[in-house]
């Protein structure tokens, strides 16, 4: 430290000594921080390769295994050479196995071998420098039994380890785009056990985009095994289920795409599987059909009324498509008023909407009536309104003067709609919509009556 006295004697010096002190001391206090400085940036710049080293020390610990999936199979194939064909110890060996082979890297290997016996080749043949087992599904007994049994080994090896899901699921896709390199009997069971998988949920029926591969649509591989699954299917659940499996993914309006393009219609479809015995996967493909048919329907008649056609047109293209997709009165009727209240956009408010409505049913009355000549068309009409009514809350004032107005515009008869009230109605919004026609079905009943006591006096 610089004494004070020292300082200001310096200034005061006329020779300069004491200035030239004072200067040394400056100048070895500067190089005393500047060393300070030096140790303390060294100090910080030594720490970043210890950091660098944690992190390379991290990687190398996590650095994979090389895949390679032979001693697996060797693992595999002995457990199952030892059980044979006793599948409850086949069971109970992938349990246990699981704890000490990585099903989750070689899942794809496991499936192989528990199917064909051994690793599959692309295209479906065995890789041939592996050892195989004879116990596996391509070996078993062709029957619904034993195809049972085996469904119930894949069922419990997937309970007990859920991440094999989504690689089962994988698997069968795979399985059914090698179907051409698999015998017949083979593609049998395979063709069963998937049936027996779908009906217990095992995996997705979206499974099936598999058989819409081009060759094998092409060499009739696709519709033959389709057969044996959804026999195998509809041992074990209804046609609803099936179904309502088909619906869940999108499959219900492509099962066409089993056959090639010239013979994707829907008679040829029919006759194949009924003749397959399958009348009920034929029943609901012609079914499907024909809703995918009314729902075209329904919007090519939105799009006219939108456009402004005149009705006379209009009428003239419904009666065309009745006579050309066989559709009958009474499911025309309703596509028709679907079509009506959907080409309109609805006021949301309730006192607004009633009058919104009578002006734009009176317009399309005419189109209403040239499709309600029986009394069955009538009633399923009715029907119609009441559903719309109540499922549109807007609406549930509006039953009984849209009744009354289709009524006046002698579109609905006084029969159809007395049976309607007395014992046709819907359960949907019934008490409200009975309450509001009581009094005109009374005016009704009153008028029919006059009408019959004049007939009398009249004779």
């Known amino acids: 430290m610089i004494h004070a006295d020292l300082i200001m004697h310096g200034w005061n010096c006329a020779d300069g000594s004491e200035w030239s002190y004072f200067h040394c001391c400056f100048l070895t206090l500067s190089s005393f921080v500047f060393v300070l400085q030096s140790v303390f940036m ?39 050479n030892q059980t044979g064909t006793d599948l ?33 080749a692309p295209g479906g043949t065995l890789s041939d420098d592996m050892t195989c087992t004879e116990f596996c599904l391509f070996k078993a007994q062709e029957d619904m039994e034993t195809m049972q049994a085996y469904a119930q ?34 593609r049998n069971k395979l063709a069963m056990l998937t049936g027996i998988l779908l ?45 309502a499996s088909l619906r869940k993914v999108g499959m219900d309006n492509r099962l066409m795409e089993l056959f090639p393009a010239n013979k994707r219609s829907c008679e040829h479809f029919s006759k194949y599987f009924t003749d397959a015995g399958l009348k009920e996967i034929s029943d609901f493909a012609r079914n499907q059909q024909s809703i995918g048919a009314r729902k075209e329907l329904q919007k090519e008649l939105e799009d006219l009324m939108s456009r402004g056609e005149p009705l006379k047109d209009i009428i003239a293209y419904v009666r065309e498509e009745i006579k050309k997709n066989n559709i009958s009165e009474q499911t025309m009727i309703g596509l028709i008023w679907s079509s009506v209240m959907s080409s309109v956009e609805w006021n949301k408010k309730e006192e607004l909407v009633t009058e919104q409505a009578i002006k734009h049913l009176k317009q399309y009355s005419p189109l209403l009536k040239a499709f309600t000549s029986q009394g069955l068309s009538e009633l399923t009409l009715l029907l119609k309104i009441q559903e719309y009514c109540y499922d ?23 029969e159809a709609i007395l049976k309607w009230y007395n014992e046709a109605h819907q359960a949907k919004g019934k008490s409200v919509f009975l309450e509001q026609m009581k009094k005109f079905v009374e005016w009704l009943k009153n008028a029919e009556e006059e009408s019959e006591s004049e007939e009398e006096d009249a004779d």
């Open 392 to 414: 549109n809350i807007h609406f549930m004032k509006a039953f009984q003067k849209i009744v009354v107005l289709l009524y006046k515009a002698d579109v609905l008869g006084e």
């Open 88 to 120: 409850e110890a086949v069971a109970k060996f992938l349990d246990a196995s699981g704890a000490k082979l990585d099903y989750r890297r070689y899942a794809e290997t496991l499936f192989d071998i528990l199917v064909a016996g051994g690793m599959l």
């Open 199 to 243: 009906a217990n949920g095992n995996i997705s029926a979206s499974i099936l985009s598999s058989l819409f591969n081009e060759n094998l649509v092409k060499e009739g591989v696709s519709p033959c095994f389709a057969v044996k699954l959804f026999k195998s299917w509809l041992s074990e659940k209804d046609i609803n289920s099936v179904a």
């Open 42 to 80: 060294s100090n910080q710049r030594q720490q970043k390769p210890t950091l660098t080293g944690q992190r390379f020390k991290t990687r190398k610990r996590d650095e994979k295994e090389r895949f390679d999936p032979s001693q697996f199979q060797e693992s595999i194939v002995q457990g199952l």
């Open 153 to 186: 080994v894949f069922n419990k090896l997937i309970r007990r380890y859920k991440y094999l899901e989504k690689g089962f699921e994988e698997e069968i896709k795979k399985l059914l785009l090698f179907l051409k390199g698999f015998t017949e009997s083979e």
